[in-house]
C-alpha cells in the first residue's frame, strides 16, 4: 500500500490589520492598568492564559499558530478575532540560512532575525498613520534605526501610504556646501521617487529664500499632484550636522511644514498628508531656539539595548542555544 504524504499542517498569522488593532487595544489596557508600562512577557501570558513561547510565536507574525489561539489571544484585550486580522500560513519555515547572513547594516523585511523592541514598534506603527505625524529615530550606529525606519514605511505602503526615502550618505559633497543647491537636490530626489517630472526651475523664483521655495515646490507641486498620503522618510540625516551653514535652515524647514499642519488654514489640510521620519545617530552640532526644531516634537524614539530576554531570543533565531552567562 502506498502511504499519502502527509500535508503540512497549515496554521495561521495576524495581518497587519490585525496587528495594528492588536497593539492599539494592548496600548490602551498597558495605559489605563499598567502605568503605560509594557506588558512582560511574563504578564502578557497570565493575561492571556497562553504560554511565554506561544506569545512569541504570536507576537512574531512569522510563526503560524492555531486559530482558536488567535482569537483567545485578541479576546485577552476585548478584541473579536475577524476575518481580515488573520491570513493563513504554513506551520512550518525553512531554516535560517547561514551563508545570507549579514552581520551589519538593514535587516531585510522578510527576515526572522528582526528582534522587536515593545511597545516601540506599536508606538511608531499608530504615528505613521496620523495626519501630519512627525517620528524621530535616534540612537547610536547599528542598533537597528534604519531596519526599524524600513518596517514603519512599510506599515504606511500597507494602509496606501506613498513613501520616499532619502538616505543623505547618497549626496556628494558639493550639495553640502549651499543651501539653495542642498534645496534643490532635495526636492529633486523627491521628486524622481515619487515618479513625478523635476519642474524646479519652474516653481523656484530667487527673489524668494531658498526654504521659501522648497516649501512652495511641496505644497504647490508634489502634495497637489499625488492622490495619496506621503511619507518623507530621511535616513543618516548626521551627514546634514557636519554642515552648520544649512543645518539650521533644514532643520527649521522641517519644524515649519509639521507646523504648517496645525495652523488650522486652507492649506493645514494639504500638509496633513505630509508625514515626516527623521532618523540620526548623534546630537545635533549646532544650537537650535525650542520654536525651530523638529526633534523636540511629534513621536521622540531612542532605541535601547536589548534586555538579556531579546538577546536570548535573537541568539535561539541563529540556530544558538546560549545559556545566561553567554547572554550576558
Given at each position: 500500500?502506498?502511504?499519502?504524504?502527509?500535508?503540512?499542517?497549515?496554521?495561521?498569522?495576524?495581518?497587519?490589520?490585525?496587528?495594528?488593532?492588536?497593539?492599539?487595544?494592548?496600548?490602551?489596557?498597558e495605559m489605563?492598568?499598567?502605568a503605560g508600562?509594557?506588558?512582560?512577557?511574563?504578564?502578557?501570558?497570565?493575561?492571556?492564559?497562553?504560554?511565554?513561547?506561544?506569545?512569541?510565536?504570536?507576537?512574531?507574525?512569522?510563526?503560524?499558530?492555531?486559530?482558536?489561539?488567535?482569537?483567545?489571544?485578541?479576546?485577552?484585550?476585548?478584541?473579536?478575532?475577524?476575518?481580515?486580522?488573520?491570513?493563513?500560513?504554513?506551520?512550518?519555515?525553512?531554516?535560517?540560512?547561514?551563508?545570507?547572513?549579514?552581520?551589519?547594516?538593514?535587516?531585510?523585511?522578510?527576515?526572522?532575525?528582526?528582534?522587536?523592541?515593545?511597545?516601540?514598534?506599536?508606538?511608531?506603527?499608530?504615528?505613521?498613520?496620523?495626519?501630519?505625524?512627525?517620528?524621530?529615530?535616534?540612537?547610536?550606529?547599528?542598533?537597528?534605526?534604519?531596519?526599524?525606519?524600513?518596517?514603519?514605511?512599510?506599515?504606511?505602503?500597507?494602509?496606501?501610504?506613498?513613501?520616499?526615502?532619502?538616505?543623505?550618505?547618497?549626496?556628494?559633497?558639493?550639495?553640502?556646501?549651499?543651501?539653495?543647491?542642498?534645496?534643490?537636490?532635495?526636492?529633486?530626489?523627491?521628486?524622481?521617487?515619487?515618479?513625478?517630472?523635476?519642474?524646479?526651475?519652474?516653481?523656484?523664483?530667487?527673489?524668494?529664500?531658498?526654504?521659501?521655495?522648497?516649501?512652495?515646490?511641496?505644497?504647490?507641486?508634489?502634495?497637489?499632484?499625488?492622490?495619496?498620503?506621503?511619507?518623507?522618510a530621511l535616513?543618516?540625516?548626521?551627514?546634514?550636522?557636519?554642515?552648520?551653514?544649512?543645518?539650521?535652515?533644514?532643520?527649521?524647514?522641517?519644524?515649519?511644514?509639521?507646523?504648517?499642519?496645525?495652523?488650522?488654514?486652507?492649506?493645514?489640510?494639504?500638509?496633513?498628508?505630509?508625514?515626516?521620519?527623521?532618523?540620526?545617530?548623534?546630537?545635533?552640532?549646532?544650537?537650535?531656539?525650542?520654536?525651530?526644531?523638529?526633534?523636540?516634537?511629534?513621536?521622540?524614539?531612542?532605541?535601547?539595548?536589548?534586555?538579556?530576554?531579546?538577546?536570548?531570543?535573537?541568539?535561539?533565531?541563529?540556530?544558538?542555544?546560549?545559556?545566561?552567562?553567554?547572554?550576558?
Amino acid at each position: 500500500m502506498v502511504k499519502t504524504p502527509s500535508k503540512r499542517k497549515r496554521g495561521v498569522i495576524i495581518s497587519s490589520q490585525g496587528w495594528q488593532r492588536l497593539q492599539q487595544a494592548k496600548r490602551k489596557m498597558e495605559m489605563q492598568g499598567n502605568a503605560g508600562e509594557p506588558y512582560t512577557l511574563e504578564e502578557l501570558s497570565k493575561i492571556t492564559r497562553l504560554s511565554s513561547n506561544t506569545i512569541t510565536k504570536v507576537q512574531r507574525r512569522k510563526f503560524p499558530v492555531d486559530k482558536q489561539t488567535l482569537e483567545s489571544f485578541f479576546k485577552s484585550f476585548n478584541l473579536t478575532l475577524i476575518d481580515s486580522d488573520y491570513a493563513e500560513a504554513i506551520d512550518s519555515l525553512p531554516p535560517v540560512n547561514r551563508e545570507r547572513i549579514v552581520l551589519g547594516g538593514q535587516i531585510p523585511l522578510d527576515s526572522l532575525l528582526y528582534v522587536e523592541r515593545p511597545p516601540i514598534e506599536s508606538l511608531c506603527y499608530e504615528a505613521i498613520v496620523q495626519p501630519g505625524a512627525l517620528i524621530r529615530i535616534k540612537a547610536p550606529k547599528q542598533m537597528g534605526k534604519t531596519s526599524l525606519m524600513a518596517r514603519v514605511l512599510q506599515q504606511a505602503r500597507e494602509q496606501n501610504i506613498r513613501t520616499v526615502t532619502l538616505s543623505f550618505q547618497l549626496a556628494d559633497t558639493q550639495v553640502f556646501l549651499e543651501l539653495d543647491r542642498f534645496l534643490r537636490w532635495f526636492c529633486a530626489i523627491a521628486s524622481s521617487q515619487l515618479g513625478l517630472p523635476k519642474r524646479i526651475s519652474e516653481y523656484w523664483d530667487d527673489i524668494f529664500g531658498s526654504n521659501y521655495n522648497a516649501t512652495h515646490y511641496f505644497e504647490n507641486y508634489l502634495l497637489r499632484e499625488i492622490d495619496s498620503d506621503l511619507v518623507l522618510a530621511l535616513d543618516e540625516v548626521d551627514e546634514v550636522f557636519h554642515y552648520p551653514e544649512i543645518t539650521a535652515d533644514f532643520l527649521g524647514l522641517l519644524r515649519a511644514w509639521y507646523e504648517k499642519s496645525r495652523y488650522g488654514d486652507g492649506c493645514s489640510v494639504l500638509w496633513q498628508k505630509l508625514r515626516i521620519i527623521i532618523v540620526h545617530s548623534t546630537e545635533v552640532c549646532i544650537s537650535l531656539p525650542v520654536n525651530q526644531s523638529p526633534l523636540n516634537v511629534g513621536l521622540s524614539v531612542e532605541l535601547p539595548e536589548f534586555t538579556p530576554e531579546q538577546v536570548q531570543d535573537l541568539s535561539e533565531r541563529h540556530g544558538l542555544r546560549w545559556k545566561i552567562g553567554e547572554v550576558e
